[in-house]
């Protein structure tokens, strides 16, 4: 592409014009009367006639050359849909970034139904646009399940209300004028932020404390809130993670993404959903970025007494006779067995082997509902876990777990996370 406009805000529009024109030609003029420069990448996927591609400008971008360099016309149009797809986002990617790179995008945006919004929202999950870019879908989708399109990004998804079908209505250019609104209030912010010299959306910039990443779950809370005072006292920077599967996802993200100096993996439940199907699993790519970033993590079993589902009836039938907690009308606890936290304990150990790590074992209890008189108490599940622990590290145990006899929710246990993390953080850094 040509020279992008530097003095004004540019937004970046993703979408397939064949279909969807009236809305993509809406919204260029509201963002430009809004004083932002616009451009448009056209990711029409029907067949191509190199003859009526059009030419690539500081606005516009055809299909042809979205794809140039990337395949060519015959071979594109020999594809089906979903390989056609796959070529168009992967060129996208390939202009958008080009400009991220340069600094000359400041935001993404895109309005469709499912195969508009699963695109568009493949291009903003990408490491490109990193956790702080601002990216906004106007989606058909809204009433189903979009973790699937948001990932562990923060994609901004804006319910469209009526179809984004190619022609426009009142209501169509009410949602999209508010839309325009705010993707021009979000990249003004972001071009002032890289102006600033705050690449990362001023999240890291903004502080020179340390940070450090905690992860919590309701029933680890006061745990959590009192590591977080602690660090805060000792001149760290808290940041926690709900361990909702996508919180540790984003979490897992922005360690790699270098936000981070230090991470508190209390709450480590997330693995309990992946090993036993539950809805809260952060996949299995959890646990494993500090390693990759090579910095330190002090590391607890905090509910993985549990595993996750939805409302009772969703519990699977396998379960059903099994000691279940209604935490609440939308969430159905399931207490992992003893043989359950046994590999549990081993799959953490071989998730972390090879970094710099302890593990912190609260022997009277996981938490809050695994506690002496609580309905998930269970010494032999919890010994269980303990012993598989012991058993993936061997005779490494010495060094890299602490076992005390507290409740992870007693602030005894969280003055000594605190306690160890410090160390552990104070061993990486440079002699001076």
């Known amino acids: 592409m040509g020279t992008v406009e530097q003095a004004r805000c540019c937004v970046g529009l993703v979408g ?9 030609e809406f919204a260029t003029r509201k963002l430009e009367e809004l004083g932002c420069h616009v451009v448009v990448l056209d990711v029409t996927t029907r067949d191509m006639d190199d003859d009526r591609q059009g030419h690539a400008s500081d606005t516009h ?10 395949i060519s016309t015959a071979s594109f149009n020999a594809l089906d849909r979903g390989e056609r797809t796959e070529a168009m ?5 390939r202009i958008l970034g080009a400009l991220k790179h340069e600094g000359r995008l400041h935001a993404l945006a895109g309005f469709g139904g499912s195969q508009t919004t699963s695109l568009v929202t493949w291009i903003m999950r990408s490491a490109v646009f990193e956790i702080g870019f601002p990216k906004v879908a106007v989606t058909t989708m809204m009433a189903g399940d979009v973790a699937g399109y948001a990932g562990e990004t923060d994609i901004v998804f804006w319910p469209s209300i009526v179809d984004i079908s190619g022609r426009l209505n009142s209501i169509s250019e009410l949602i999209l004028t508010n839309t325009c609104h705010a993707v021009a209030a979000l990249a003004a912010s972001y071009q002032a932020r890289l102006r600033a010299s705050q690449p990362t959306g001023g999240v890291r910039q903004a502080s020179r404390k340390p940070h450090v990443a905690l992860t919590m779950f309701g029933l680890t809370t006061p745990c959590v809130n009192e590591c977080s005072r602690l660090l805060s006292e000792k001149g760290f920077e808290p940041v926690v993670f709900h361990a909702s599967g996508v919180g540790g996802r984003s979490m897992e993200r922005l360690i790699n993404e270098g936000l981070f100096d230090a991470v508190l993996d209390l709450t480590t439940t997330e693995l309990a959903d992946e090993q036993l199907g539950g809805v809260l699993s952060a996949g299995p790519s959890r646990l494993t970025a500090a390693h990759q970033k090579n910095i330190p993590q002090l590391i607890s079993v ?35 067995n003893a043989e359950e936290n046994r590999q549990l304990g081993e799959v953490l150990v071989n998730k972390v082997k090879g970094s710099t790590f302890k593990i912190l074992f ?3 209890g996981t938490s809050g509902i695994d506690i002496e008189g609580g309905s998930f108490e269970d010494k032999e599940a919890r010994g269980a876990l303990l012993d598989g622990i012991r058993s993936a590290l061997g005779d490494a145990s ?4 602490i076992p005390v006899d507290l409740h992870i929710n007693d602030a005894a246990f969280a003055a000594r996370a605190v306690d160890e993390l410090v160390s552990l953080y104070n061993s990486k850094q440079p002699e001076t």
């Open 61 to 70: 971008c055809s299909p042809r050359q979205v794809l140039d360099e990337i």
């Open 362 to 364: 609260p022997t009277k």
């Open 16 to 24: 397939p014009l064949d279909v969807k024109r009236a809305e993509y």
């Open 302 to 336: 905090g509910a993985l007494d549990m595993c996750n589902f939805g409302s009772l009836d969703t519990v699977p039938g396998a379960f059903r006779e099994r000691k279940l907690h209604a935490h609440n009308e939308k969430v159905t606890l399931l207490r992992t």
């Open 89 to 93: 986002r992967a060129g996208a990617l």
């Open 398 to 401: 010495s060094e890299h777990l």
